[in-house]
């Protein structure tokens, strides 16, 4: 219930999100190559594509520990943060 309550509330604050965005490492997945619903790394700016797809922006913001997401193009969608299970900005 919790969850559906976060993702129903618009976008909270949150401590994970960087002061600043690094530019996107690549212009496709960088494991899979797609170039479909793709997501940044707010960390490092690694771009992978997303959970529709082969996960690979979820693996890399879990096993890198890098929680925060942005969908691309930057600036144009939403940041997710793993660690609040939320939208964030």
């Not at 309550?5 to 999100?17: D, E, K, T, W, Y």
């Not at 700016?45 to 942005?70: F, K, M, N, W, Y």
Request: proline share 7%; with cysteine; aromatic share 6%.
């Amino acid at each position: 219930m919790e969850i559906l309550r976060r993702l129903a509330s618009p976008r909270q604050a949150c401590s994970h999100v960087p002061s600043a965005l690094p530019a996107p490492a690549a212009d496709r997945c960088e494991e899979c190559g797609s170039d479909f619903n793709l997501r940044m790394c707010a960390t490092c700016g690694h771009v992978g594509c997303c959970e529709s797809q082969a996960g690979d922006a979820r693996r890399h913001a879990l096993t890198e520990g890098h929680p925060v997401i942005v969908s691309m193009p930057v600036g144009g969608g939403f940041t997710w943060c793993y660690e609040e299970r939320a939208y964030v900005g």
